[in-house]
């Protein structure tokens, strides 16, 4: 049996590993962070206020998230109208704990919704909250492909 065929057993039984759940939140990470960093340096770089920056940010990273997981499954040869349904469900818990998470660390770091896309609090903020959501989102990750949810959907259109 080989590696994949043994995951998707896993999936069956309602475990999965946690190699399986770190790739597919750095899958979710990577389209996050592409489009919150847009966000914010579009944003930030306009002198947008908050709220309407982490709109953007929120909002793009959603886009390219959801983007990522679509293209992938389109080129597994399946219409546009269910890799559409493919990627909203395998992505949207994933990516909303992510952003969650992330955008309550940034929020909550003093002086980071302030700072200019030149200081260091910018990067460090919006880096360490990926990495403390990245550690949040891995779990539940895991418990929703274990369950044949999330992520295990994509798995199945591979």
């Known amino acids: 049996m080989d590696h994949t065929a043994h995951e998707h057993e896993k999936h069956a039984h309602g475990t999965a590993s946690w190699g399986t759940a770190v790739k597919a939140t750095l899958h979710c990470l990577t389209g996050c962070a592409i489009g919150e960093i847009l966000g914010m340096v579009i944003g930030t770089s306009l002198g947008w206020a908050n709220v309407p920056t982490m709109v953007l940010a929120i909002g793009l990273a959603f886009l390219f998230g ?24 395998a992505d949207t818990v994933s990516i909303a704990v992510m952003e969650l998470v992330d955008n309550a660390i940034i929020a909550l770091t003093p002086g980071a919704m302030d700072a200019h896309l030149s200081d260091g609090l910018f990067w460090s903020a919006l880096l360490g909250g990926f990495a403390v959501a990245f550690l949040v989102t891995t779990p539940v990750n895991k418990w929703m492909i274990g369950r044949g949810r999330g992520h295990a959907v994509v798995h199945a259109h591979h």
Do not use: N
């Open 66 to 89: 959801y983007s990522f997981t679509l293209f992938a499954v389109l080129r597994s040869g399946i219409g546009l109208k269910a890799a559409i349904r493919i990627a909203l469900a």
